[in-house]
């Protein structure tokens, strides 16, 4: 009897092991999904969008609700219009320095001209900016001009940071490029703390920490973008057209998916200014609603290297394996995420940022669901990228930001018709660049093609 008593007990002891190990198999399981290197700069990226929410939750409990407004829709203004001009930048170096690694080629000659067009770009941006100074402030931030002197700023870190991110990603330097990303994070968190315990409740300190971060992290980083560049004298000079063809469609389609995915608190403060509660409430619960998207954000690099060193190799086979792994691991992360918002996010967001409890369930499906849609719609535009499909991107972020503003002018309440027409544009791009990519894969001459200078 005793020996069965043990018998017994040791399948259950085993049982229990199991469901134990499971979790931790589930976790090896999801991370051999990911390209090479998304570990790396996902520690950096967790550590720079935990930053964000730090930054957000100690000037919302400091500044007060018109204040906080203006740096809302300065935080939205920042990582939309700023990343949708520097982003493309960073994939395009990304992508011709891959494809220069593969054949052996130079990198410096990339890393010179993107710095120059990323420079051009600030500079156009910057003087638009200061031609339309007063209409800006007095639209967006209540007429505070320095504000939009602080964009600029903001813009400015961002000009470089993605160049040199471009280089790092491109060499397979990802341990670089993710303590880029975490050094700005760590001084974003140690300076908005700073002004808080310091009593500072105007707005234009806590905006500064949106470039002066950016900027020393670049700074610091920039021995090992030096390495990984070679002689940055010397050596063939890399024609404007390499990056520009691509640019001039990248560029805009980037710009339209951050102002699709931005669009609910930019509208809301455009269709409803006067509701600074409901503006404050709505940009906390996108926040947390796109939560996915900073870990989202760290396999894009490792991602588009991934797929471009296959098509500079030809390898068919690599291609689809990444595209599979990464699309599986997008459906889990999207999943999981969208749920504990939609649990959680009612509950969490007043006690987390301070923002009026004004949001429920539904608002977070309907931004938690836009996410998701959102992030295979980046996966299905990275594809076509690499392909050489940079007008058909332009083309499905068109009718996905058409689909947004039809949804948007709806004869409803604002609530509604911001949180949908943000669920709805997304479903329209990604329904539209899943089958362009298809289509593009399955031609025979058009498929995996090599992509040159």
């Not at 407004?69 to 700023?82: D, H, I, K, Q, R």
């Not at 002689?231 to 951050?258: D, I, K, Y």
């Not at 709806?410 to 298809?438: F, K, N, S």
Request: glycine share 12%; charged share 10%; net charge positive.
């Amino acid at each position: 009897m005793a020996d069965g008593t043990e018998t017994e007990a040791e399948p259950g002891a085993g049982t229990r092991t199991a469901v134990r190990a499971s979790p931790a198999r589930l976790v090896r399981g999801a991370v051999a999904m990911l390209p090479p290197g998304t570990a790396l700069v996902g520690a950096g990226t967790a550590v720079l969008g935990l930053a964000g929410y730090v930054q957000l939750a100690v000037a919302g409990h400091v500044l007060s609700a018109d204040r906080m407004a203006g740096l809302s829709v300065l935080w939205t203004l920042v990582f939309s219009v700023g990343l949708g001009l520097f982003f493309p930048v960073e994939q395009e170096i990304t992508r011709l320095v891959a494809a220069r690694v593969v054949a052996g080629g130079r990198v410096a000659p990339v890393l010179r001209r993107g710095l120059g067009t990323s420079l051009l770009l600030l500079a156009a941006v910057c003087a638009l900016s200061a031609v339309l100074a007063r209409p800006l402030a007095g639209r967006l931030f209540d007429g505070d001009l320095a504000l939009v002197g602080a964009l600029c700023a903001a813009f400015a870190g961002l000009s470089v940071a993605h160049v040199t991110r471009g280089v790092l990603a491109g060499t397979g330097r990802f341990r670089a490029y993710g303590f880029q990303l975490a050094l700005d994070g760590t001084l974003r968190v140690v300076l908005s703390v700073l002004l808080a315990l310091a009593h500072v409740r105007t707005v234009l300190p806590y905006a500064a920490i949106l470039a002066l971060p950016t900027l020393v992290s670049v700074l610091v980083t920039g021995p090992a973008v030096v390495r990984a560049a070679g002689s940055w004298a010397g050596g063939e000079r890399l024609p404007w057209r390499a990056l520009a063809t691509g640019l001039a469609a990248l560029v805009p389609s980037t710009l339209l998916a951050q102002a699709l995915v931005n669009a609910s608190v930019v509208s809301a403060k455009l269709l409803s200014a006067e509701d600074t509660a409901f503006i404050t409430a709505l940009l906390s619960a996108v926040v947390l609603a796109r939560v996915p998207l900073f870990v989202f954000g760290s396999l894009q690099a490792s991602l588009l290297r991934g797929l471009s060193s296959a098509v500079a190799a030809g390898d068919r086979a690599t291609f689809r394996q990444l595209l599979l792994r990464t699309t599986a691991f997008t459906l889990l992360l999207g999943g999981v995420g969208g749920l504990a918002a939609v649990v959680a996010g009612p509950w969490l967001v007043p006690r987390l940022f301070g923002s009026p409890h004004l949001l429920g369930a539904a608002d977070f499906a309907w931004l938690s669901g836009g996410t998701l849609l959102y992030m295979l719609a980046s996966v299905h535009g990275q594809v076509l990228q690499t392909m050489g499909g940079h007008r058909r991107q332009l083309a499905a972020w068109t009718c996905g930001i058409a689909a947004l503003l039809l949804v948007t002018a709806a004869p409803v309440a604002v609530r509604d018709r911001v949180e949908i027409a943000y669920a709805v544009g997304a479903a329209v791009t990604e329904a539209l660049l899943a089958g362009m990519a298809y289509v593009t894969w399955t031609q025979p001459r058009r498929g995996l093609v090599r992509q040159t200078e």
